[in-house]
């Protein structure tokens, strides 16, 4: 959890953790996977579009090492996926029966990984 303090008031939280997933790719693969989520995210309206989330989310991205784009999202709100576009244009996503989003990006990445071809030379 990830919290926003100021004068002893919370001005934003940004809860996160792994689960595990079944998801359905854009070719209609489905994947076992178990992402970091982003879980809930909230920033009281007093304070918004002042860069209170944009400081939650990239302190955590900090700690946990992550990018945007490797993570699920959970029941994201309208807000957070125009914030997740505005500041890493993240759009497209194949929508999911357990409501989680997982961007496009992730599955891009992870096919660049497998097609990469390996510097370890052959056995013969």
């Given at each position: 959890?990830?919290?926003?303090?100021?004068?002893?008031?919370c001005?934003?939280f940004?809860?996160?953790g792994?689960?595990?997933l079944?998801?359905?790719?854009?070719?209609?693969?489905?994947?076992?996977?178990?992402?970091?989520?982003?879980?809930?995210?909230?920033?009281?309206?007093?304070?918004?579009?002042?860069?209170?989330?944009?400081q939650?989310?990239?302190?955590?991205?900090?700690?946990?090492?992550?990018?945007?784009?490797?993570?699920?999202?959970?029941?994201?709100?309208?807000?957070?996926k125009?914030?997740?576009?505005?500041?890493?244009?993240?759009?497209?996503?194949?929508?999911?029966?357990?409501?989680?989003?997982?961007?496009?990006?992730?599955?891009?990445?992870?096919?660049?990984?497998?097609?990469?071809?390996?510097?370890?030379?052959?056995?013969?």
């Amino acid at each position: 959890m990830y919290l926003k303090i100021s004068m002893g008031q919370c001005q934003g939280f940004l809860k996160v953790g792994v689960k595990r997933l079944f998801t359905r790719t854009r070719g209609g693969e489905l994947i076992e996977m178990t992402p970091l989520s982003v879980l809930d995210f909230y920033v009281h309206s007093s304070v918004q579009r002042g860069g209170i989330g944009k400081q939650l989310f990239e302190a955590m991205l900090g700690y946990e090492d992550a990018t945007p784009s490797k993570l699920a999202y959970d029941r994201p709100s309208h807000k957070l996926k125009g914030f997740l576009f505005k500041h890493y244009n993240l759009r497209n996503y194949v929508k999911q029966t357990h409501n989680f989003i997982v961007f496009d990006e992730y599955f891009q990445q992870q096919q660049k990984e497998h097609k990469e071809p390996s510097t370890h030379p052959s056995r013969r």
